[in-house]
């Protein structure tokens, strides 16, 4: 099986956790990234991609999540949910379709009693949609089995001003 990482966001209501979402993807190689609801696409023309990462991830809209889930992928529901295990103690399946509930609200019961696993990330209080893809994504990097790790890495990453050594 190929490690793969999708993304489901709940009715996101911020163009800015969007584009920061998108940026995440490109970051973290996320396959796709779908949407449900009608609040995105009211403020898409906002163009808050800064890395236009949409030009090679797709972002799409969807009538239910549910009916997008990719062939073979375990959903993966993240929200503050009782019963849902702490992202600590959870281990990514290589096949995963993370669905993320919106700012202001949570994921449907139906879409919860579809998913193979409920995460929540055990902080005080909610963080922000954006934020929670970021930790989520990178939880599961830092859990994988095969790493990237290397100055190759660091150099085609970093921003054209950093020219930055560790000495020894």
Do not use: W
Request: charged fraction near 20%.
């Amino acid at each position: 099986m190929t490690n793969k990482a999708t993304i489901g966001l709940t009715n996101p209501k911020s163009p800015s956790n969007v584009g920061a979402i998108m940026r995440a993807s490109g970051c973290y190689q996320v396959n796709s990234v779908f949407y449900t609801g009608s609040r995105y696409g009211f403020a898409s023309k906002f163009h808050t991609d800064t890395k236009n990462v949409s030009l090679n991830i797709p972002l799409s809209p969807a009538e239910s999540l549910l009916d997008v889930v990719p062939e073979g992928a375990s959903i993966v529901c993240v929200d503050l949910v009782e019963g849902a295990i702490p992202l600590p103690e959870f281990q990514h399946p290589e096949n995963a379709f993370y669905i993320f509930g919106p700012e202001d609200g949570t994921i449907e019961q139906s879409v919860i009693d579809n998913a193979a696993n409920v995460v929540y990330i055990p902080t005080i209080g909610c963080m922000n949609l954006a934020a929670t893809v970021n930790v989520v994504l990178y939880d599961r990097l830092a859990k994988a089995k095969v790493s990237i790790a290397s100055d190759d890495l660091i150099r085609t990453s970093r921003d054209t001003n950093n020219k930055v050594k560790v000495r020894s």
